[in-house]
């Protein structure tokens, strides 16, 4: 087949009705639903949160307009989906995908998914799953053909193929034809941007949102019978091309969805908020900790070895940010043994700077170890621990796989426990185990909307309009 | 310096009050402000405009909305932003920088201007000047450290550099910091995306609006204290050594502004709507038609020989679209001497199918000749004709200048017979004039506000109000 019959080919699995969706994928994206929409109620209260809703002015509730999540505030809807989007990412909390798309997938296909069925009523629970689904598997199916090059020489790619899931799975809400559908993703490769460089500040999570609006847009703009160049994805000068180094996609596609990547190998949920490449080390380290009762302390250094590709990935040695130090193997390593515990709130700007942490952290080596069992990415996730203590106690842990990874999926005890985590103060106790089982069953809805209005309440609209009309007198 | 000080030194450069605009360069930007507005005006009417529209819900007058031009309908700022670039490049009729940017740049630069003075009452004539000014000087910059290397190897540059061009400009009349600024220009360079392989449908006109709608976010969200990372325009791994080359910035920066591009190499001001690249064969054929009285069907054959990296770009033999016809050299060169001119109603798509220029295409043939004179970018944009006639005679015609690039600008009645052409179903016989001589006289104006009303007239309100309740009633 010629590059543009697989193109239109590609148009026509993510915008038709078959395959069909196995329910065991549909169990698993209920939990990625529960665990996003978590992790973006805990961006809420975020400064850089209000600071971007501030550029975007509440719309009138109805057409074309969508709900910034735990606000309840009416965007149009290309701009709930940014926000939204900014959001999911904010704490990089999110799920991610570290071997296909090398890429956080449900923040981009989800959010557009949810952000287009906020504005079009009817639609139901199966159809929302369906469309992030589908999203996913765009991503992880370009992803096959660009990467781990495109990753690694430094793209972005939760947002550079997160535009492709947002389109697919927000055209795929909107009933976009398959033609329509190859338009769109045409339109997507041209939207495609956002560099790793920026890890580190708040265009990391922009970038993420940018892409799902700008994936929303394409459908909107297909839809209204605006056009792109057949070619533009998978042609000779196309995106596959661009961003990666032009494999072939025939082979990628007549896989498509046997498995579904979503079952086949699956998607993080993250236990951590903080970059997947140090979730082992961590991981390793508190359960030494909790298994041998030592303090923080008591260490007299610790040696730990990843990937030769992490320190790339993992930059900042000694961070001055919370947004820097999620990119920080001694940061993590340190705060986790500091706190016991590594979620949203050791990842402040005051713990960046506590002395204990600070202290340990000159105690911490990385070394790389080109050993460590790779996955399909060539990366390795794996990690391998050397504590000794100030008594002299040596201890190693080596820790293969993710928590939360397709093989050690965290169970529903610890998943209501992230997502209570982060969501309390903009649920409040009661309305967050409540939502937590509505979201489990999202297969059973028949209009995603009335799941939604359990996650834009009134309390938080208050607190923001209370928030903003407190700035606008200090003004 | 450090390629991290060397960013900031560009953020002081283009946000901070010197250098001085010196008067010829802000008599040149008149000129070019005329042109910009002109060439959006005639895309009002098109149907692909109307569709765009519809994906965007008017907004109430007032905070954080502007305008699209020729309809006065209010939309979000970044909405307008999109609404008005696209606009501004969907005929391919706007002004080009073919050297260093290798762009078309006002349109990105100056709708961003105008766009942020519409929402910002009191933004001066000259404060406008000045922010597309230095806008403009944003790209070339740029330009300059990443083509030609990165424009021939098929990123569309009027996007993937025209959203610094928007940053710049938008920020300017925001008032940004020369911090803040850097931080918009590093989330421009997240937002930078665009690919050549999307000429030729409606995506080539969008990615230079979601250019300009993206450069005024970035500088929106930088007013707003959202940051972006150092190094991620000029650094190891920022949008320079991405998508170019990764030359060094402190040549290009010591010469800032000493002369501004805009008064040195300069800007083309197109005089056919049709990709650049076939401009001095185009208008080879036409004077030489003009002089030898000629008529279409009496060629035998066209020979036309151009740089080799031509077909490369005007890569459609036989366009089947209006917006494929511009990037045909075959149907430019035979449309003309059908019609013996080359205007927008000459790449409708009835004219494609027109059999006088499908039977002269046939005759038509393309060479290329690498000795034709380079300027900077490296490609030639100069062309050579051999025309035989059908009674033997055979005529030559080499022409190095692009008709209205600096060497040979168009004069002013040559300008406003192109304003008019663009503008009168729009604005009407009275206002065309009227417009065109207030647009001129913009250093003068005390709010851009006065200027922007003359251009987003009621008449065109009621137009497209009426057009869209015919539709709702079609629906």
């Known amino acids: 087949m010629s590059p543009y019959e697989l193109e239109q080919e590609f148009a026509e699995l993510l915008a038709g009705s078959t395959p069909e969706i196995p329910s065991k994928a549909e169990f698993i994206a209920a939990e990625h639903l529960v665990d996003l929409v978590g992790v973006a109620l805990a961006a809420v209260d975020e400064p850089a949160f209000h600071s971007l809703l501030r550029v975007y002015p509440p719309s009138a509730a109805g057409d074309g307009s969508a709900r910034a999540w735990g606000t309840g505030i009416n965007l149009a809807r290309r701009d709930a989906a ?3 989007g900014f959001a999911g990412h904010f704490h990089d909390f999110d799920d991610d995908e570290t ?3 090398m890429a956080h997938v449900t923040v981009t296909a989800l959010t557009a998914a949810l952000t287009a ?7 139901s629970g199966r159809q929302l799953l369906r469309a992030y689904i589908l999203g996913f598997e765009a991503a992880t199916c370009l992803g096959r053909l660009i990467n781990p090059l495109h990753y690694k020489s430094g793209w972005h790619a939760s947002a550079t193929l997160g535009v492709f899931a947002a389109a697919a799975a927000s055209g795929h809400i909107l009933g976009l034809t398959p033609n329509a559908m190859r338009h769109a993703l045409g339109m997507a490769a041209s939207f495609a941007g956002g560099l790793r460089s920026n890890f580190g500040s708040d265009t990391k999570p922009l970038q993420v949102g940018h892409a799902v609006a700008q994936g929303v847009l394409a459908s909107e703009l297909a839809a209204e019978g605006l056009t792109s160049t057949p070619g533009s994805l998978l042609g000779p000068k196309g995106y596959v091309s661009f961003y990666g180094d032009g494999a072939d996609a025939s082979a990628v596609l007549a896989a498509f969805g ?4 979503l079952i086949g190998s699956g998607l993080t949920i993250k236990a951590f908020p903080c970059c997947t490449a140090a979730h082992t080390a961590v991981d390793g380290l508190l359960s030494l900790q909790a298994e041998q009762g030592f303090k923080a302390a008591e260490i007299e250094h610790i040696v730990c070895w990843v990937d030769p590709a992490v320190p790339n990935i993992l930059v ?3 961070p001055t940010t919370g947004t820097e130090a999620k990119f920080s193997l001694p940061f993590c390593l340190a705060a986790a043994a500091v706190f016991g515990r590594l979620n949203v709130t050791e990842f402040s700007d005051e713990t960046v700077v506590h002395p204990d942490v600070w202290a ?5 080596a990385v070394q790389t170890d080109p050993g460590l069992p790779k996955g399909d990415s060539g990366i390795s996730v794996s990690s391998r621990l050397s504590v000794t203590l100030r008594d002299g106690t040596r201890m190693e842990r080596f820790t293969e796989c993710v928590p939360g990874s397709s093989s050690r ?3 529903r005890t610890r998943l209501f426990k992230k997502f209570q985590a982060c969501t309390i103060n903009v649920l409040g106790s009661g309305q967050t185990k409540a939502a937590f089982d ?3 069953k999202i297969a059973e809805v028949e209009d995603c909307r009335n799941l939604l209005d359990l996650i834009c309440g009134q309390p938080a609209i208050h607190r923001i309009e209370q928030e903003q009309s407190v700035r606008a007198r200090a003004k």
């Open 82 to 84: 940014l926000v939204n």
């Open 316 to 318: 900042y040695d000694r």
């Open 438 to 440: 509505a979201l489990l």
């Open 360 to 364: 340990l952290m000159d105690r911490i």
């Open 258 to 261: 046997a498995p579904f990547d």
């Open 409 to 411: 999926r965290l169970d």
């Open 99 to 101: 071997e296909l798309a």
């Open 117 to 123: 069925a906020d504005s079009r009523p009817g639609t």
